[in-house]
């Protein structure tokens, strides 16, 4: 038996993608998976790059209909 590091990418489907080396043999091979997420490095989030996330919640709300709905709502 022979370990083989592989590299793997979790994709926004949630699917794992794997990058399996050429050196392998042909032939049948037994695959045991142990998935354990990396430890992530603090990065800095500007907020250039979050712009615009999520707007396809909002897509075809007028904004000024929705405030006005809350405030509606207050009232009561």
């Known amino acids: ?7 793997g990418v979790n994709g926004p489907d949630h699917t794992v993608r794997l990058e399996v080396p050429c050196s392998l ?6 695959v045991v ?3 354990a997420p990396l430890p992530q490095q603090a990065q800095e989030v500007r907020w250039s790059d979050i712009s615009g996330l999520g707007k396809e919640i909002w897509a075809g709300i007028d904004a ?5 709905q809350l405030r ?4 009561r």
């Not at 038996?1 to 590299?7: F, N």
């Not at 509606?72 to 009232?75: T, V």
């Open 33 to 35: 998976v142990v998935v």
């Open 1 to 7: 038996m022979e370990a083989i590091h592989l590299k």
């Open 25 to 30: 043999p042909p032939g049948p091979v037994q």
């Open 64 to 68: 000024q209909d929705y405030v006005n």
């Open 72 to 75: 509606d709502e207050w009232e």
